[in-house]
């Protein structure tokens, strides 16, 4: 799957813009500060996302469209993010089902991310494991001469580091997950820094380049000089007036606060979706089943409430409906509006 063309109405910079892009290969977005690098970035992810990727000013000029093409195999379909300001605010969003496929991959923690920015790319190193997953990294990866350094450093502690050597190994971790999943989920990277040091610079763009074997990436950077000539290339110019549109990216969707989940964290499910977390004597995964799901429930809880509160030590307990514990497929229970809650 990859973004083939962006276009852009009111939202943020962009009073009318069009963007192309390059499938299953390396793209650069450059330009200096406030030429809207991060907007455009932003975009891409609203039109997949929805409401909550954007953030809207009341008395910006509308209405604001943000739209990303998406092409897997033959089929091409458009995802789009409209917001308009008649008599009121109104937002509407209409997902493909590619669209729906990233939504998806975003909530799935074992999948490929779909954004690594410079404050985000260790969030999911604790889960690659360099021992076991070396397999997975080609010979012209495991030969060069900074692999065993960085292998060390990410062993002993995944936070350590400098911020090139952190983003070689969230790279390392992108390039493994997505060789074992097999899923060609378009790679954002926003602000984008490649290091000075010629040895650690050459191996980055070295990671990404297989990276780009296997799925589409797209850089977005002010470093025009550091990067090679031969990749797909869009630059941005910082505009002459600044508008301010009905709609821009909400900076804060990926914030490390938002995006790190803890148990305590509300969970955005999706149908067809892996469940994050594995089961364990606090988190039980159960398919509900037959034609009347709340009695199926009802005969459960008092089971697994004694469970929890036998279990030997304090704690909180969550049985969490509608998931195949086998695979941890999110398969939803089915119910009537009368059994819904808050219907007569």
């Known amino acids: 799957m990859h973004i083939t063309k962006v276009s852009l109405q009111n939202f943020g910079p962009f009073a009318d813009s069009n963007f192309q892009f390059s499938g299953n290969k390396i793209n650069i977005v450059t330009g200096n500060n406030a030429s809207g690098k991060t907007q455009l970035c932003g975009a891409i992810i609203a039109a997949i996302v929805g409401r909550s990727a954007i953030h809207i000013a009341e008395q910006g000029i509308g209405p604001s469209l943000a739209s990303a093409t998406l ?7 458009e995802t789009i993010l409209r917001v308009s300001n008649d008599s009121r605010i109104e937002v ?11 939504l998806a991959a975003i909530n799935d923690f074992n999948s490929p991310l779909f ?18 997953d070396t397999q997975h990294l080609p010979d012209n990866i495991k030969s060069h001469e900074l692999w065993s350094n960085l292998r060390n450093i990410v062993l002993a502690n995944p936070n350590m580091g400098s911020g090139g050597e952190q983003m070689i190994a969230a790279l390392l971790r992108e390039l493994v997950v997505r060789k074992k999943s097999g899923l060609a989920l378009p790679l954002l990277i926003d602000e984008f820094e490649l290091s000075r040091d010629d040895g650690v610079r050459d191996f980055t763009m070295e990671i990404l380049t297989e990276i780009a074997k296997l799925s589409q990436v797209i850089l977005f950077s002010h470093q025009k000089d550091l990067l090679p000539q031969q990749i797909n290339r869009i630059e941005l110019f910082r505009p002459d007036h600044h508008i301010r549109s009905l709609a821009g990216y909400n900076y804060q969707l990926f914030s490390p606060r938002n995006i790190v989940r803890t148990r305590s964290d509300p969970l955005k499910l999706i149908k067809g979706a892996k469940f994050p977390y594995h089961e364990n004597r606090g988190c039980e995964l159960k398919e509900v089943k037959g034609s009347n799901p709340l009695s199926s429930i009802k005969a459960l809880v008092d089971q697994y409430a004694v469970a929890f509160l036998n279990a030997g030590v304090p704690q909180k307990g969550s049985i969490f409906w509608g998931v195949r514990d086998e695979d941890r497929r999110i398969v939803g229970v089915t119910l009537t509006e009368s059994e819904c809650e808050g219907r007569p």
């Open 115 to 132: 954004l690594i920015t410079k404050d985000l790319h260790t969030r999911r190193l604790a889960k690659f494991d360099l021992r076991s």
């Open 71 to 77: 092409v897997s195999g033959t089929s091409e379909e």
């Open 92 to 102: 509407t969003h209409t997902p493909s089902p590619l669209a729906i496929n990233v």
